[in-house]
């Protein structure tokens, strides 16, 4: 078991490969009894529990009620406590910070949503991430040193290397080489961070399209054009963060952008990105074209388009399929993955209209033939995604009996 000490195989290491186990089982299936903790563990009733008061003295568990409706004595039911550790994400855009508390369940308590409107130096960017957390920490009824882990998505990605923010021009205060070391002087717990699109793949994988997919691709449309990579089921994010940033792909069909992270924008964004929608759907004759932030025009344009069999509107998810497929191809041919999840308000508005239009498209330029499906995690998909990583990594720590 990972951060798991001592030598394998000793009994202190069972016990806590045991331990972690059932709790696990407890989270997979909610309040067991000792018994079906024995049989889905293996282990002897007696074994089983003592297992269940170790776990119960650390905290870990409790007791629920008791099972009913089944002949002879209604037994005790034991469930993961949700009070053992509380994680915490942020999914940052340069318009809001939404952030959200969850118990170790991953039940969320607590959600907070703080406007951002404008440029904002590091000190201006430090502030907006403590108070959007403790809207959250405020929410759930909690303080902030309670929050066991914190991971937090935004756009682009840190360098590895320098530690500071690429690909995301369009998020201003964030690329002060010396903003991490602020951030990890105001909070008093470990602090990750994350491209925002592979969060939404960690929801995908873990709670929704992509589960039991070890190799997939997830394309998100929304904001920004952005792809996350899953090999051998980890995120591949390249030498310094970078991979999956489709939008900057040279794609045909579109004149060449050249300084992309001057412009912020490359090929494939400038061919299928949400702000080229609007546009594409004048060009065709569609009427009513809604205005307003290019994101929700898009996505608007997508939904009335998928209701429509024929005509300009039709024309135009024909067209935006063809785009989508033609960036798509070359991950395709690279990457040979099992699996392609679409993602983001601009793709799954399509539905299954869209998706059988670019899986049919994607058949045409690609030799390799993955299957396409439409993401399932459409509640804020990037802040989930950063709680389930939070979580994953807080129930490293908290689970781990052996110390």
Do not use: C
Not at 283 to 288: A, F, T
């Amino acid at each position: 078991m990972a951060g798991t000490a001592g030598t394998p195989g000793t009994p202190r290491v069972l016990r806590a490969m045991n331990d972690r186990a059932a709790l696990d089982l407890l989270l997979e299936h909610g309040p067991l009894s000792r018994t079906r903790i024995g049989k889905l563990t293996g282990l002897s009733k007696p074994t089983a529990s003592q297992l269940l008061a170790r776990l119960e003295a650390a905290g870990l568990v409790r007791l629920t009620g008791t099972s009913e409706g089944r002949p002879g004595p209604n037994a005790q039911l034991y469930a993961v406590n949700p009070a053992a550790a509380f994680a915490a994400g942020l999914d940052v855009t340069p318009y809001r910070i939404r952030a959200a508390v969850a118990d170790i369940t991953g039940r969320t308590v607590g959600e907070y949503e703080l406007p951002t409107p404008g440029r904002r130096p590091v000190r201006s960017v430090v502030r907006q991430v403590t108070d959007a957390l403790d809207g959250a920490v405020k929410a759930a009824g909690l303080a902030r040193s309670d929050v066991h882990r914190l991971v937090i998505g935004t756009p682009g990605a840190f360098d590895p290397n320098t530690g500071r923010l690429r690909y995301a021009s369009h998020l201003p205060g964030w690329h002060s080489p010396a903003l991490l070391d602020d951030l990890a002087a105001a909070l008093p717990m470990p602090v990750e961070y994350e491209n925002d699109v592979n969060l939404v793949a960690v929801a995908e994988q873990r709670l929704g399209a992509a589960r039991g997919h070890a190799d997939f691709v997830l394309l998100w449309n929304e904001e920004g054009l952005g792809a996350a990579l899953v090999l051998g089921g980890r995120l591949h994010r390249g030498w310094t963060g970078g991979a999956g940033e489709v939008g900057f792909l040279p794609v045909p069909g579109t004149p060449l952008v050249r300084q992309v992270t001057k412009a912020n924008s490359g090929g494939y964004q400038e061919l299928a990105g949400s702000q080229a929608l609007p546009k594409l759907a004048r060009e065709l004759g569609v009427e009513d074209v809604p205005s307003g932030p290019y994101t929700e025009a898009a996505t608007t344009l997508v939904a009335r388009a998928a209701d429509h069999a024929s005509g300009p509107h039709r024309e135009l998810l024909q067209t935006y399929a063809t785009r989508l497929a033609t960036g798509l191809a070359s991950l395709v041919s690279v990457l040979d993955p099992e699996l392609v999840v679409l993602s983001g308000s601009a793709l799954t508005a399509g539905g299954e209209v869209l998706r059988g239009l670019v899986q049919a498209e994607l058949e045409e330029l690609a030799a390799a033939r993955p299957r396409l499906v439409v993401g399932d995690v459409r509640e804020h998909p990037v802040l989930r995604g950063a709680l389930e990583s939070a979580l994953a990594a807080t129930r490293d720590e908290v689970f781990d009996t052996s110390r």
